[in-house]
């Protein structure tokens, strides 16, 4: 059945009351060369064969795999009861809650999720959640510029490259010049950062832990960069900002994250998660949903979206950003995570996948041939040179349904026998031993 | 509410010479008009503003509008209790809700008189 109601009388009926006698005719107001030559789509199936055309697709997954895969994107355990909570049809099948009057469990839960976000992060404000990990950074970087009306942003190499990919693409018609910062063997090169900072400097951009999983302190950075009016915008890692020490604590101006390892499964790119936090001197910049807490004039505690006169339904085309919604489910998703582990939780999860890293890291360092890329400080993802291109060692240990880790050459030139290997809590010593014997096999 | 030793401009702002310098800040019809403001950012002491062009925006609970500057001049003070008290300028809009302080550098002929402007409130209340 096709999903087309009309049958060929009815649309020839209604051809004859707008006057045209085909399709065809009815379209011809649409040149030739503007319409498509053909859709190029397939006949239509049943509902039934689709299904099962479907489903083969889907079997030809490899699900199960051991995976050292992070790079950004993090497996961690999820408690069962995260996905019953959202799954609410009052959480699930909501719309946009601006209406107060209508909506305080959704505003509550999204002050719950900012200030669970602040908390984490040590920092004031915290919006709703921006689409991801990548749109906060440059969201932030937009923040930087109008907040100090300076054009240049000083970019860490060690920034995520597909984050630095989606500052290009997003700002490749705006007039901001990106300055990025070479890496040093895999750590942010803080020195060579510091002095790129001038008098012209909106922000500077870095990570922690960098993309090479290499854990720093960017005090110093960020004390630099206020002596010069600049901001410093730092993305992190959300689990092991429960462990190391905070972004606001290093002074960092705005902090954004991707919030997928708190409890969000890894599904083939998405839907991710922004986290986006900033100093109290910057929330009339920060884009996005701000829930309140208030009063009525009953003195009755109630929930509001506020710092509205940034957006754009009010400020038109002086509004602090065009983002206009947020990923609400993915946050409260967030939110209930950290509700059901606590810090104590929040904490073992963090130490635990750190845990695992340095046995991972005994284990792989003793195969004849593999080095560490560098002796710093690194939480739960560190990088290791092999012998052969990462890539082909990757190839072959997934034939042995173990997912290796990420081939560092597919970003960095130079890199190309370097492998990212990341452990969470959900990983074990026997998936890490089995990834040991396979390196030793492949090489 | 338009007292007659001010200047105005067309967009609501009234100019008030002081000797060498000016005060500048927002009428009464105007901070009645926006309702119950909530943040004002200013420009900062040694900007320098244009007349007609935009030097501040001013935020109340149900929008958010722009200063505009009545003359060319050198910013020399900023109300800085504006910050924590923004709504000194519905109180006061003439005294203590004053905005900045400025150096005139230009002409003043083309601001209105306190009858005109009289007149224009008068004209957008119709």
Known sequence: ?443 | MIPDDLLYTRTHEWLKQEGETALIGITHFAQEQLGDLTFIELPAPGDTIEAGEEMGTIESVKAASEIYAPVDGDVLEINEDLESSPELVNEDPYGEGWLIRIRPSGDLDDLLSPSEYADLVESETE
Not at chain 1, 108 to 115: D, H, R, V
Not at chain 1, 226 to 236: C, D, G, Q, Y
Not at chain 1, 272 to 290: D, E, F, N, W
């Open chain 1, 1 to 443: 059945m096709p999903y087309i109601p009309h049958t060929t009388d009815q649309v020839r009926r209604m051809l004859d009351v707008v006057g045209v006698d085909s399709m065809e005719a009815l379209f011809e107001n649409i040149p030739a060369s503007m319409r498509p030559k053909s859709f190029d789509l397939p006949e239509g199936l049943s509902e039934d064969a689709v299904l099962n055309k479907l489903s083969a697709i889907a079997d030809m997954n490899e699900t199960g795999k051991a995976s050292f895969l992070g790079a950004g994107f993090y497996d961690h355990f999820q408690p069962r009861a995260v996905r019953a909570l959202v799954s609410r049809s009052e959480f699930y099948t909501a719309y946009t809650p601006y209406q107060a009057e209508a909506s305080q469990g959704t505003l509550q839960a999204i002050f719950e999720f900012q200030t669970a976000i602040c908390r984490l992060f040590e920092m004031d404000c915290a919006n709703a959640s921006a689409y991801d990990g990548g749109t906060a950074i440059f969201e932030a970087c937009m923040m930087a510029i109008r907040k100090t009306k300076r054009s240049k942003i000083i970019i860490d190499e060690a920034l995520s490259p597909i984050y630095r990919r989606m500052l290009d693409t997003m700002t490749s018609s705006l007039d901001i010049e990106a300055v990025i910062v070479p890496h040093a063997n895999g750590t942010s090169d803080k020195a060579a950062l510091a002095a790129a900072i001038d008098k012209d400097t909106a922000a500077v951009v870095v990570q922690n832990p960098n993309f090479f999983g290499v854990v720093e302190d960017f005090s110093d950075l960020a004390a630099v960069a206020r002596e010069n009016k600049a901001l410093t915008i730092m993305s992190v890692y959300p689990v092991l900002a429960s462990v190391l020490k905070t972004p606001g604590s290093m002074g960092a101006d705005i902090v954004v994250g991707e919030g997928q390892s708190l409890g969000l499964p890894l599904s083939f790119g998405g839907p991710y998660l922004g986290l986006m936090t900033c100093t109290k001197a910057l929330v009339r910049q920060l884009p996005g949903r701000i829930a309140g807490r208030t009063e009525d004039k009953q003195g009755r505690t109630g929930y509001v979206l506020t710092l509205q006169a940034r957006e754009q339904h009010i400020r038109r085309a002086k509004a602090t950003s065009n983002i206009c919604s947020n990923q609400a489910l993915c946050a409260l998703m967030a939110h209930v995570q950290m509700c059901m582990l606590g810090p104590v939780g929040l904490r073992r999860q963090a130490v635990l996948s750190m845990e695992l890293a340095r046995y991972a890291q005994a284990r792989l360092t003793a195969v004849h041939g593999v080095e560490m890329l560098n002796d710093a400080p690194y939480g739960n993802e560190f990088a290791i040179t092999l012998p052969l291109p990462a890539d082909k060692v990757v190839a072959a240990l997934a034939q042995q349904g173990v997912a290796a880790g990420f081939p560092l050459g597919r970003y960095y030139k130079g890199l190309e026998n370097a492998l990212l290997v990341a452990t969470t809590d959900k990983n074990t010593a026997e998936q890490i031993d089995r990834l040991a014997a396979g390196l030793k096999e492949a090489l």
